[in-house]
């Protein structure tokens, strides 16, 4: 019998009222590149944002976008999901990207690990952890 195991997480999806101010906001904050999404999907249902290995890791759907699974979602906090967290680089550079963009976010230190953390939330209300090793 073969062995299951996450190999690594593939992506996160959300679903937002404003697909383009979304896919701004994670391309201008976060340097991801903004792709169309494969078909059946439209550009005008549909994008994807890459990180710089070419992996889409975050998903972006309009409302009336259809989906293989289907269930209800509302706009605010993400019920049961708390937070999204992305390994990141240029903590300082991040910082300054925040301020300009007049986005509050949270600070945290976790000196045990080498770790610097920054929290902020999408336009859709999710919140984003931005964890910086060694950085």
């Not at 994807?48 to 259809?66: F, K, L, Q, T, V």
């Not at 929290?119 to 060694?134: A, C, I, K, R």
């Amino acid at each position: 019998m073969t062995e299951v195991k996450v190999a690594a997480l593939d992506h996160v999806n959300i679903i937002t009222g404003d697909l383009d101010g979304t896919a701004r906001f994670y391309g201008e904050l976060l340097g991801l590149e903004r792709r169309d999404a494969p078909p059946p999907l439209t550009p005008q249902n549909a994008q994807w944002m890459y990180d710089g290995a070419g992996r889409a890791i975050i998903h972006i759907n309009s409302e009336d976008c259809p989906r293989a699974y289907d269930r209800a979602t509302k706009a605010g906090p993400t019920g049961a999901l708390h937070h999204v967290a992305l390994a990141c680089e240029g903590h300082d550079a991040m910082l300054a990207r925040l301020e300009t963009r007049g986005l509050a976010c949270q600070r945290n230190l976790v000196s045990a690990i080498g770790l610097r953390q920054i929290f902020t939330m999408d336009p859709n209300q999710v919140l984003l952890e931005l964890n910086f090793f060694g950085d």
